[in-house]
T-cell receptor
Framework: AQTVTQSQPEMSVQEAETVTLSCTYD???????LFWYKQPPSRQMILVIR??????QNATENRFSVNFQKAAKSFSLKISDSQLGDTAMYFC??????????FGSGTQLTVLP | EAQVTQNPRYLITVTGKKLTVTCSQN?????MSWYRQDPGLGLRQIYY???????DKGDVPEGYKVSRKEKRNFPLILESPSPNQTSLYFC?????????????FGPGTRLTVL
């Protein structure tokens, strides 16, 4: 079984500041993939960034980057230069096989003007 | 446009009245899946399908049925809905060859069972 834990139900950040969302996971698989999804008020699920466990280099997509600590089973998301449009629910997810994508409980991020 | 569509987007029904939520994708994906989203629980997988005529249970399959007769369609059936199935439902699809593949999500169906 695989689990994903997000311990911060809500967070807020001032516009233009940097914020980090935490995620820990557990799996017995040796190779797996980690994802961060964004869900704005429209409810659409949008892929933000993904990381392959075998790659040591942290993934980066524009203002979004991750801190992947494989030994600690930690996968945090850093958002730089926060914008009002970043206000959303953020889900961390783990996929060890093509069969199943396991989500955390989510972190509601509010960017304050 | 590549997309996953779901219908209806909103549905209010009563306990015990059978309903079907349709899901269709136009990306020729082998893998399709249904999730339900509840506050504080994130998204949980209900059923998934690796290809036509191949379906399997996810984490919360009780009270649901699915079928995969065509590659593009993966309907979710609630034969006797109950209030605890009130939730936000998402359909998703992807290519099945690697777990790295991005899952594309539909717009969601908000279901209320009275």
């Amino acid at each position: 079984a695989q689990t994903v834990t997000q311990s911060q139900p809500e967070m807020s950040v001032q516009e233009a500041e940097t914020v980090t969302l935490s995620c820990t996971y557990d799996t017995s698989e040796s190779n797996y993939y980690l994802f961060w999804y964004k869900q704005p008020p429209s409810r659409q699920m949008i892929l933000v960034i993904r990381q392959e466990a075998y790659k040591q280099q942290n993934a980066t997509e524009n203002r979004f980057s991750v801190n992947f600590q494989k030994a600690a089973k930690s996968f945090s998301l850093k958002i730089s230069d926060s914008q009002l449009g970043d206000t959303a629910m953020y889900f961390c997810a783990l996929r060890a096989s093509a069969r199943q994508l396991t989500f955390g409980s989510g972190t509601q991020l509010t960017v304050l003007p | 446009e590549a997309q996953v569509t779901q219908n209806p987007r909103y549905l209010i029904t009563v306990t015990g009245k059978k309903l079907t939520v349709t899901c269709s994708q136009n990306m020729n994906h082998e893998y399709m899946s249904w999730y339900r989203q509840d506050p504080g629980l994130g998204l949980r997988q209900i059923y998934y399908s690796m290809n036509v005529e191949v379906t399997d249970k996810g984490d919360v399959p009780e009270g649901y049925k699915v079928s995969r007769k065509e590659k593009r369609n993966f309907p979710l059936i609630l034969e006797s809905p109950s209030p605890n199935q009130t939730s936000l439902y998402f359909c998703a699809s992807s290519f099945r060859d690697r777990a790295y593949n991005e899952q594309f999500f539909g717009p969601g169906t908000r279901l209320t069972v009275l």
